[in-house]
């Protein structure tokens, strides 16, 4: 199994402002540049799942494992022989709003997904969750 977190701390955005960003998964697209598309039926919720079209690959459906409002919430994707788990955790601090991201991959050829895809993820997540601040901040 391989696991990278990043976390950032900010008073710029409030967990709610966060929470919000997330949850309308069809807006995506305004503030990911790296995906074409999201698409979710019904509501960001535990045992939903949504549909996302990244740049530079196959549209995935990807699982809400685990919602916990304004705090927590974890999904995953099934890739042939392994899995990824992206788990997103908003949480005050006296610093301000502490936010984590920790992807996870397991699997027999987990080591190979973590090179197509998870890597590349990791990699961007201190732009990407700069962005997701900027764009939080402005709802």
Same mark, same amino acid.
């Given at each position: +199994?391989? !696991?990278? !977190?990043?976390? $950032? ?8 402002? +966060? ?6 998964? =069809? ?11 999201? /698409? ?7 045992? =939903? ?14 699982? $809400? &494992?685990?919602?916990?409002? =304004?705090? /927590? ?10 899995? +990824?788990?992206?788990?997103? @955790? ?18 027999? &050829?987990?080591?190979?997904? /973590?090179? $197509? ?11 990407? +969750?700069? =962005?997701?601040? @900027?764009?939080? !901040?402005?709802?």
């Amino acid at each position: +199994m391989w !696991s990278k !977190s990043h976390t $950032i701390v900010t008073k710029e955005v409030t967990k709610e402002q +966060m929470w919000k960003l997330f949850a309308d998964v =069809n807006s995506w697209h305004t503030w990911d540049k790296g995906i074409e598309y999201a /698409r979710i039926d019904g509501e960001f919720k535990k045992g =939903n799942h949504f549909l996302l079209k990244p740049k530079k690959g196959p549209k995935v459906k990807i699982k $809400i &494992l685990e919602t916990i409002e =304004n705090k /927590r919430f974890t999904d995953l994707t099934h890739f042939p022989l392994a899995k +990824m788990y992206g788990d997103h @955790t908003f949480e005050e601090t006296a610093a301000g709003l502490k936010i984590t991201v920790t992807m996870t991959v397991s699997g027999v &050829l987990g080591f190979l997904w /973590r090179k $197509i895809v998870a890597q590349e993820i990791v990699d961007g997540l201190p732009e990407d +969750m700069q =962005n997701q601040v @900027t764009f939080a !901040s402005k709802l």
